[in-house]
């Protein structure tokens, strides 16, 4: 009897396999991260990472004695660290919180998000104000100024606000997203760095005052711009929106300076608030409060969202 081709190369590809041992490759390990209370929540892998600048390592000034609560000028050494070249986005958020393992119960509207939107497990994380909550939430997706919707099952950007940076997001919110990416938040040392240069600018674009082309500030709340919407108020190196937009949070306790990583204000654990940094776009934001030094005046809560705080994310370079 004649055996059919397709039969036979089937038992010689059976055959091959059941010989051979076919190896795998093991996943590249993960960056050390602020918590790794990411790792206990998240469902998928993250996407790509954004676009970062490189900021080269150096001794760099920090600390103005015309910021309102008098920081003493000194020098800080930093390694070398990447840093986004814009803020987090509400639709990046809104994948991150797509990764998460959450079934929204039904659709909602942005800034409308309530308790039975959501299956039980989820509230402590998207909503404030949870009774028994341990933990603060990730976001505050029930307040008006949140432009993250339920839609299909889905989270999802408000329409128009896709690109705008997001609001609301509690510090742990950031830490975790940036966690997610395989980054992490980037220090109040390595942020005015960013912003400030070696060459040590009043603003990030230099020492012009700030104007409407440069930066989002004086506006009504939640009136927020595209990121990268303004690039005459990027730094040199191309990083948009370190003034004006939304306020960022970044890893570190707001304590007095000197700058000393070693003091605690690095930890991650510990209870206090951290140090937002940039300016905002609501309408006190004052031009003082949008120079590269100004670290006072801003909301910084941790367990809260804000409707005037975002963040971006950096990495420890290579």
């Not at 795998?24 to 050390?32: E, F, G, M, N």
């Not at 959501?118 to 432009?147: K, M, Y």
């Not at 654990?269 to 409060?289: I, K, L, N």
């Amino acid at each position: 009897m004649k055996i059919p081709l397709a039969i036979v190369v089937y038992g010689i590809f059976v055959a091959i396999l059941s010989g051979c041992t076919i190896p795998v490759q093991p996943p590249p390990p993960t960056q050390a991260t602020p918590t790794q209370a990411a790792a206990t929540i998240v469902a998928a892998k993250p996407p790509p990472a954004p676009t970062m600048v490189r900021i080269p390592a150096g001794a760099y000034t920090i600390g103005s004695t015309q910021a309102d609560d008098t920081e003493p000028v000194h020098q800080v050494t930093l390694a070398a660290f990447n840093i986004d070249r814009y803020e987090v986005t509400n639709a990046q958020f809104a994948e991150f919180l797509n990764a998460l393992n959450i079934q929204p119960l039904r659709d909602a509207a942005a800034g409308a998000v309530r308790s039975d939107d959501l299956p039980a497990t989820a509230l402590s994380l998207l909503l404030e104000g949870v009774e028994g909550s341990q933990q603060s939430p990730l976001i505050a997706l029930d307040d008006e100024h949140a432009r993250i919707a339920i839609q299909a099952g889905r989270f999802v950007a408000q329409p128009g606000y896709e690109n705008h940076p997001v609001t609301e997001s509690t510090w742990r919110g950031a830490v975790e997203y940036c966690a997610w990416r395989g980054a992490r938040l980037p220090t109040e040392a390595e942020w005015e760095a960013a912003a400030r240069g070696v060459d040590g600018r009043v603003y990030p674009w230099g020492d012009e005052l700030p104007t409407p082309e440069r930066a989002v500030y004086g506006r009504g709340s939640g009136a927020t711009a595209p990121v990268g919407a303004h690039p005459d108020g990027a730094t040199p190196a191309g990083i948009a929106d370190l003034a004006g937009n939304v306020a960022e949070w970044t890893s570190t306790l707001y304590q007095p300076y000197p700058y000393d990583p070693a003091d605690g204000r690095e930890a991650p654990e510990t209870e206090g608030e951290r140090v937002t940094r940039g300016g905002d776009h609501v309408f006190d934001s004052a031009p003082e409060q949008l120079t590269t030094f100004f670290r006072g005046g801003f909301s910084r809560a941790p367990d809260r969202g804000h409707r005037h705080i975002g963040f971006r994310c950096a990495q420890t370079a290579p």
